[in-house]
Protein backbone atom coordinates (compact mmCIF):
# COMPACT_ATOMS: atom_id res chain seq x y z
CA UNK A 1 0.00 0.00 0.00
CA UNK A 2 1.21 3.70 -0.58
CA UNK A 3 1.39 5.54 2.59
CA UNK A 4 1.70 9.04 1.43
CA UNK A 5 1.92 12.35 3.44
CA UNK A 6 0.01 15.16 2.96
CA UNK A 7 1.78 17.73 0.72
CA UNK A 8 4.12 15.39 -0.21
CA UNK A 9 1.83 12.88 -2.72
CA UNK A 10 -1.51 13.97 -4.08
CA UNK A 11 -2.94 10.93 -3.19
CA UNK A 12 -2.55 7.66 -1.16
CA UNK A 13 -4.80 4.30 -1.22
CA UNK A 14 -5.78 2.35 1.66
CA UNK A 15 -7.51 -1.25 1.40
CA UNK A 16 -8.56 -3.64 4.37
CA UNK A 17 -10.78 -6.61 5.62
CA UNK A 18 -11.15 -8.43 8.62
CA UNK A 19 -13.30 -11.24 9.97
CA UNK A 20 -14.15 -11.17 14.01
CA UNK A 21 -16.62 -11.75 16.15
CA UNK A 22 -18.60 -8.92 17.51
CA UNK A 23 -16.99 -6.42 18.47
CA UNK A 24 -16.69 -2.54 19.36
CA UNK A 25 -15.25 -0.55 16.65
CA UNK A 26 -12.97 2.31 17.94
CA UNK A 27 -11.65 5.36 15.41
CA UNK A 28 -9.57 7.43 16.97
CA UNK A 29 -7.55 10.35 14.33
CA UNK A 30 -4.50 12.37 15.65
CA UNK A 31 -2.73 15.12 12.82
CA UNK A 32 -3.41 13.59 9.38
CA UNK A 33 -3.86 9.89 10.00
CA UNK A 34 -5.81 7.79 12.20
CA UNK A 35 -6.32 4.33 13.54
CA UNK A 36 -9.03 2.15 12.89
CA UNK A 37 -9.19 -1.14 15.03
CA UNK A 38 -11.50 -3.80 15.53
CA UNK A 39 -11.67 -5.46 19.08
CA UNK A 40 -8.11 -4.19 18.99
CA UNK A 41 -6.78 -5.43 16.14
CA UNK A 42 -5.68 -2.92 13.99
CA UNK A 43 -6.45 -2.39 10.70
CA UNK A 44 -5.91 0.70 8.57
CA UNK A 45 -4.17 3.84 8.70
CA UNK A 46 -5.14 6.87 6.14
CA UNK A 47 -4.80 10.16 5.51
CA UNK A 48 -7.91 11.45 7.23
CA UNK A 49 -9.36 14.81 8.87
CA UNK A 50 -9.87 14.52 12.58
CA UNK A 51 -12.92 13.01 13.36
CA UNK A 52 -13.95 10.07 15.52
CA UNK A 53 -16.47 7.18 15.58
CA UNK A 54 -17.36 4.32 17.46
CA UNK A 55 -19.79 1.79 16.77
CA UNK A 56 -21.69 -0.76 19.45
CA UNK A 57 -22.43 -4.01 16.95
CA UNK A 58 -26.57 -5.43 17.80
CA UNK A 59 -25.79 -8.70 16.35
CA UNK A 60 -23.81 -11.73 17.53
CA UNK A 61 -21.53 -13.94 15.50
CA UNK A 62 -19.10 -13.28 13.23
CA UNK A 63 -18.46 -10.19 10.85
CA UNK A 64 -17.06 -9.05 7.93
CA UNK A 65 -15.92 -4.98 7.53
CA UNK A 66 -14.41 -3.79 5.00
CA UNK A 67 -12.86 -0.63 3.40
CA UNK A 68 -11.02 0.76 0.12
CA UNK A 69 -10.33 4.35 0.23
CA UNK A 70 -9.03 7.14 -1.48
CA UNK A 71 -7.17 9.89 0.27
CA UNK A 72 -6.58 13.24 -1.55
CA UNK A 73 -5.51 16.21 0.97
CA UNK A 74 -8.97 17.86 1.15
CA UNK A 75 -10.84 14.90 0.33
CA UNK A 76 -11.06 11.42 0.69
CA UNK A 77 -13.56 8.96 -0.88
CA UNK A 78 -13.88 5.47 0.67
CA UNK A 79 -16.08 2.01 -0.08
CA UNK A 80 -17.37 0.64 3.20
CA UNK A 81 -19.29 -2.59 3.90
CA UNK A 82 -20.19 -4.13 7.42
CA UNK A 83 -21.97 -7.51 7.61
CA UNK A 84 -23.52 -6.60 10.77
CA UNK A 85 -25.60 -3.81 12.56
CA UNK A 86 -24.34 -1.58 14.25
CA UNK A 87 -24.83 2.02 16.06
CA UNK A 88 -22.67 4.34 15.21
CA UNK A 89 -21.53 7.97 16.89
CA UNK A 90 -19.95 9.77 14.90
CA UNK A 91 -18.34 13.59 15.78
CA UNK A 92 -17.40 15.37 12.76
CA UNK A 93 -14.57 18.23 13.00
CA UNK A 94 -15.29 21.63 12.42
CA UNK A 95 -15.04 22.75 8.54
CA UNK A 96 -15.65 19.14 7.19
CA UNK A 97 -18.11 17.31 5.73
CA UNK A 98 -19.48 13.70 4.77
CA UNK A 99 -21.37 12.88 1.90
CA UNK A 100 -22.80 9.37 1.81
CA UNK A 101 -24.07 7.50 -1.33
CA UNK A 102 -25.99 3.85 0.17
CA UNK A 103 -25.85 1.17 -2.90
CA UNK A 104 -28.72 0.82 -4.49
CA UNK A 105 -28.63 -3.10 -2.78
CA UNK A 106 -28.21 -1.71 0.31
CA UNK A 107 -31.06 -1.38 3.27
CA UNK A 108 -31.91 1.80 4.67
CA UNK A 109 -29.78 4.01 7.11
CA UNK A 110 -31.23 5.69 9.92
CA UNK A 111 -29.63 9.33 10.71
CA UNK A 112 -30.39 10.89 13.99
CA UNK A 113 -33.92 8.99 13.65
CA UNK A 114 -34.46 9.56 10.05
CA UNK A 115 -35.07 6.91 8.22
CA UNK A 116 -32.81 7.42 5.18
CA UNK A 117 -33.08 5.15 1.76
CA UNK A 118 -30.65 3.91 -0.50
CA UNK A 119 -32.45 6.16 -3.16
CA UNK A 120 -31.26 9.24 -1.36
CA UNK A 121 -28.06 10.91 -1.30
CA UNK A 122 -26.75 11.99 2.55
CA UNK A 123 -25.20 15.80 3.27
CA UNK A 124 -24.14 16.28 6.73
CA UNK A 125 -22.14 19.23 7.69
CA UNK A 126 -21.83 19.41 11.57
CA UNK A 127 -19.86 19.43 14.30
CA UNK A 128 -22.04 17.87 17.02
CA UNK A 129 -22.47 14.33 17.56
CA UNK A 130 -24.33 11.93 15.36
CA UNK A 131 -26.14 8.12 16.04
CA UNK A 132 -26.80 6.56 12.93
CA UNK A 133 -27.90 3.14 12.92
CA UNK A 134 -25.64 0.96 10.43
CA UNK A 135 -27.80 -2.39 8.80
CA UNK A 136 -26.45 -5.61 8.47
CA UNK A 137 -25.48 -5.32 4.64
CA UNK A 138 -24.80 -1.85 4.74
CA UNK A 139 -22.70 -0.92 1.87
CA UNK A 140 -21.75 2.72 0.45
CA UNK A 141 -19.32 5.69 -0.67
CA UNK A 142 -18.59 8.04 2.16
CA UNK A 143 -17.13 11.53 0.71
CA UNK A 144 -15.37 13.62 3.52
CA UNK A 145 -14.61 16.61 2.23
CA UNK A 146 -13.02 20.01 3.42
CA UNK A 147 -15.83 22.62 3.50
CA UNK A 148 -13.59 25.17 1.61
CA UNK A 149 -13.32 22.84 -1.39
CA UNK A 150 -16.96 22.28 -1.28
CA UNK A 151 -17.59 25.47 -1.32
CA UNK A 152 -14.77 26.83 -3.66
CA UNK A 153 -17.09 24.68 -6.36
CA UNK A 154 -20.18 25.84 -5.05
CA UNK A 155 -21.82 22.24 -3.88
CA UNK A 156 -22.87 23.47 -0.39
CA UNK A 157 -24.55 26.54 -1.68
CA UNK A 158 -26.48 24.44 -4.67
CA UNK A 159 -27.85 22.19 -1.75
CA UNK A 160 -28.94 24.97 0.25
CA UNK A 161 -26.95 23.58 2.83
CA UNK A 162 -25.32 26.68 4.67
CA UNK A 163 -26.95 28.67 7.03
CA UNK A 164 -25.28 30.76 9.82
CA UNK A 165 -24.06 28.37 12.17
CA UNK A 166 -22.89 25.70 8.99
CA UNK A 167 -24.54 22.90 11.11
CA UNK A 168 -26.97 21.14 8.99
CA UNK A 169 -28.22 17.56 7.56
CA UNK A 170 -30.12 17.07 4.19
CA UNK A 171 -30.62 14.19 2.07
CA UNK A 172 -30.74 15.09 -1.58
CA UNK A 173 -32.97 12.82 -3.46
CA UNK A 174 -30.87 10.90 -6.23
CA UNK A 175 -31.60 12.07 -10.10
CA UNK A 176 -30.30 10.78 -13.30
CA UNK A 177 -26.68 12.29 -12.82
CA UNK A 178 -26.65 11.06 -9.34
CA UNK A 179 -27.41 7.67 -9.87
CA UNK A 180 -25.09 7.67 -12.82
CA UNK A 181 -22.36 9.09 -10.85
CA UNK A 182 -22.74 6.85 -7.72
CA UNK A 183 -22.61 3.53 -9.84
CA UNK A 184 -19.14 5.18 -11.46
CA UNK A 185 -17.93 5.95 -7.47
CA UNK A 186 -18.41 2.17 -6.78
CA UNK A 187 -15.99 0.94 -9.94
CA UNK A 188 -13.78 3.50 -8.62
CA UNK A 189 -13.12 2.13 -5.09
CA UNK A 190 -14.59 -1.13 -5.16
CA UNK A 191 -11.39 -2.97 -6.28
CA UNK A 192 -7.80 -2.00 -4.05
CA UNK A 193 -5.95 -2.63 -7.17
CA UNK A 194 -7.72 0.02 -9.13
CA UNK A 195 -7.38 2.40 -6.55
CA UNK A 196 -3.64 1.41 -5.78
CA UNK A 197 -2.80 2.27 -9.65
CA UNK A 198 -4.20 5.40 -9.42
CA UNK A 199 -2.54 6.37 -6.80
CA UNK A 200 0.90 5.45 -8.79
CA UNK A 201 0.15 8.14 -11.21
CA UNK A 202 -0.39 11.96 -10.52
CA UNK A 203 -1.94 12.85 -13.37
CA UNK A 204 -4.35 10.45 -13.16
CA UNK A 205 -5.36 11.00 -9.98
CA UNK A 206 -5.87 14.86 -10.59
CA UNK A 207 -8.28 13.60 -12.97
CA UNK A 208 -9.81 11.68 -10.59
CA UNK A 209 -10.39 14.10 -8.23
CA UNK A 210 -11.55 16.60 -10.83
CA UNK A 211 -14.37 14.04 -11.93
CA UNK A 212 -15.32 13.57 -8.19
CA UNK A 213 -15.80 16.83 -7.56
CA UNK A 214 -17.61 17.75 -10.82
CA UNK A 215 -19.94 14.37 -9.81
CA UNK A 216 -20.78 15.96 -6.47
CA UNK A 217 -22.13 19.30 -8.38
CA UNK A 218 -24.13 17.65 -10.58
CA UNK A 219 -25.53 14.74 -8.25
CA UNK A 220 -26.66 17.35 -5.36
CA UNK A 221 -27.51 20.28 -7.94
CA UNK A 222 -29.89 18.86 -10.26
CA UNK A 223 -32.03 18.42 -6.83
CA UNK A 224 -31.35 21.05 -5.08
CA UNK A 225 -34.71 22.77 -5.29
CA UNK A 226 -35.88 18.93 -3.47
CA UNK A 227 -33.33 19.03 -1.23
CA UNK A 228 -35.10 18.17 2.72
CA UNK A 229 -33.86 18.73 5.78
CA UNK A 230 -32.98 15.66 7.95
CA UNK A 231 -35.60 16.21 10.37
CA UNK A 232 -35.41 13.21 13.03
CA UNK A 233 -38.72 12.51 15.28
CA UNK A 234 -37.55 15.32 17.34
CA UNK A 235 -38.65 14.47 20.69
CA UNK A 236 -38.23 10.79 20.60
CA UNK A 237 -35.02 11.10 19.12
CA UNK A 238 -34.37 13.67 22.28
CA UNK A 239 -35.63 10.65 24.55
CA UNK A 240 -33.64 8.38 22.77
CA UNK A 241 -30.75 10.47 22.60
CA UNK A 242 -30.35 11.32 25.97
CA UNK A 243 -30.72 7.79 27.54
CA UNK A 244 -28.04 6.93 25.49
CA UNK A 245 -25.80 9.78 26.94
CA UNK A 246 -26.57 8.52 30.42
CA UNK A 247 -26.27 4.94 30.01
CA UNK A 248 -22.79 5.60 28.00
CA UNK A 249 -21.74 7.73 30.44
CA UNK A 250 -21.05 4.87 32.51
CA UNK A 251 -21.82 1.53 31.33
CA UNK A 252 -20.88 -0.79 34.46
CA UNK A 253 -23.12 1.50 36.47
CA UNK A 254 -26.36 -0.63 37.86
CA UNK A 255 -28.90 0.76 35.08
CA UNK A 256 -32.37 -0.59 34.30
CA UNK A 257 -35.00 0.90 32.04
CA UNK A 258 -36.98 1.75 34.83
CA UNK A 259 -34.17 3.98 36.40
CA UNK A 260 -33.05 5.56 32.68
CA UNK A 261 -36.92 6.34 32.27
CA UNK A 262 -37.18 7.86 35.97
CA UNK A 263 -34.12 9.31 35.54
CA UNK A 264 -34.51 11.62 31.99
CA UNK A 265 -38.18 12.04 33.54
CA UNK A 266 -40.51 10.01 31.60
CA UNK A 267 -42.12 6.85 31.37
CA UNK A 268 -40.40 3.53 30.95
CA UNK A 269 -43.42 2.75 28.02
CA UNK A 270 -41.80 6.43 26.48
CA UNK A 271 -38.28 5.35 26.95
CA UNK A 272 -39.10 1.56 25.21
CA UNK A 273 -40.97 3.48 22.41
CA UNK A 274 -38.65 6.07 21.76
CA UNK A 275 -35.15 4.19 21.78
CA UNK A 276 -36.68 1.78 19.78
CA UNK A 277 -37.99 3.97 16.52
CA UNK A 278 -34.14 6.28 16.69
CA UNK A 279 -31.70 3.01 17.71
CA UNK A 280 -33.94 -0.08 15.87
CA UNK A 281 -33.32 -1.86 19.77
CA UNK A 282 -34.66 -1.93 23.18
CA UNK A 283 -32.85 -0.08 26.30
CA UNK A 284 -32.32 -2.77 27.78
CA UNK A 285 -30.27 -4.82 24.66
CA UNK A 286 -28.28 -1.87 24.36
CA UNK A 287 -27.35 -1.32 27.93
CA UNK A 288 -26.27 -5.22 27.94
CA UNK A 289 -24.25 -4.65 24.72
CA UNK A 290 -22.70 -1.99 26.22
CA UNK A 291 -21.16 -3.57 28.94
CA UNK A 292 -19.95 -6.42 26.99
CA UNK A 293 -17.95 -4.48 24.76
CA UNK A 294 -16.94 -2.19 27.71
CA UNK A 295 -15.77 -6.01 29.28
CA UNK A 296 -14.27 -7.36 26.21
CA UNK A 297 -12.10 -4.60 26.06
CA UNK A 298 -11.15 -4.89 30.13
CA UNK A 299 -10.35 -8.45 29.22
CA UNK A 300 -8.02 -7.50 25.81
CA UNK A 301 -6.15 -5.06 27.80
CA UNK A 302 -6.12 -7.22 31.55
CA UNK A 303 -2.77 -8.74 32.53
CA UNK A 304 -2.13 -12.16 34.51
CA UNK A 305 -1.03 -10.42 37.78
CA UNK A 306 -3.71 -7.87 38.06
CA UNK A 307 -6.97 -9.17 36.04
CA UNK A 308 -9.43 -11.46 36.66
CA UNK A 309 -12.21 -12.22 34.54
CA UNK A 310 -15.31 -11.99 37.97
CA UNK A 311 -13.79 -8.70 38.62
CA UNK A 312 -14.32 -7.58 35.16
CA UNK A 313 -17.74 -8.59 35.12
CA UNK A 314 -19.10 -7.21 38.39
CA UNK A 315 -17.15 -3.47 37.29
CA UNK A 316 -19.31 -3.58 34.01
CA UNK A 317 -22.58 -4.76 35.83
CA UNK A 318 -22.74 -8.74 35.81
CA UNK A 319 -23.52 -9.85 39.08
CA UNK A 320 -24.38 -13.25 37.95
CA UNK A 321 -20.63 -14.76 36.27
CA UNK A 322 -22.23 -17.78 35.52
CA UNK A 323 -24.64 -15.78 32.78
CA UNK A 324 -21.97 -13.51 31.99
CA UNK A 325 -19.80 -16.42 30.52
CA UNK A 326 -22.64 -17.16 28.33
CA UNK A 327 -23.78 -14.40 27.14
CA UNK A 328 -20.03 -13.43 26.42
CA UNK A 329 -19.90 -16.41 24.64
CA UNK A 330 -22.66 -15.83 22.83
CA UNK A 331 -21.99 -12.35 21.58
CA UNK A 332 -18.07 -12.88 20.59
CA UNK A 333 -17.54 -16.86 20.17
CA UNK A 334 -15.42 -17.69 22.90
CA UNK A 335 -15.29 -17.58 26.89
CA UNK A 336 -13.76 -14.34 28.72
CA UNK A 337 -11.49 -16.60 30.17
CA UNK A 338 -9.87 -17.57 26.46
CA UNK A 339 -10.40 -13.30 25.55
CA UNK A 340 -8.22 -12.98 28.82
CA UNK A 341 -5.67 -15.65 28.20
CA UNK A 342 -5.04 -14.83 24.02
CA UNK A 343 -4.25 -11.30 25.73
CA UNK A 344 -1.41 -12.45 27.49
CA UNK A 345 -0.15 -14.54 25.11
CA UNK A 346 0.00 -11.07 22.93
Known amino acids: MDYGERGRYPITAQSGEIFAYGGCVRMTVIADQYLWSFDGIDLVPAAFPEWELEAIQLDPGPTVSRANALCFPDLTVMACYESHRSINHLHLPADWSLITFLASTSPSARVNGALVPNDRIVVTTST?????????????????????????????????????????????????????????????????????????????????????????????????????????????????????????????????????????????RELRYAFGEVFETSPYQYIQKRRLHEARKALRQGSATETTVTEIAFSNGFLNFGRFSGIYRQMFGELPSQTLLDSMAD
Open 128 to 268: RDHSVVIPAGYDAIQIEAANALLLRHGILSQAQMLSTTTDLELHVPLGKAGRAFRRELFALVRSPDHIHQISRHPVRAAAVLDRVIRGLSASVGESALTTQTLTPMRNRYRIAEGARQLIDTDPGEALTATKVAETIGISE
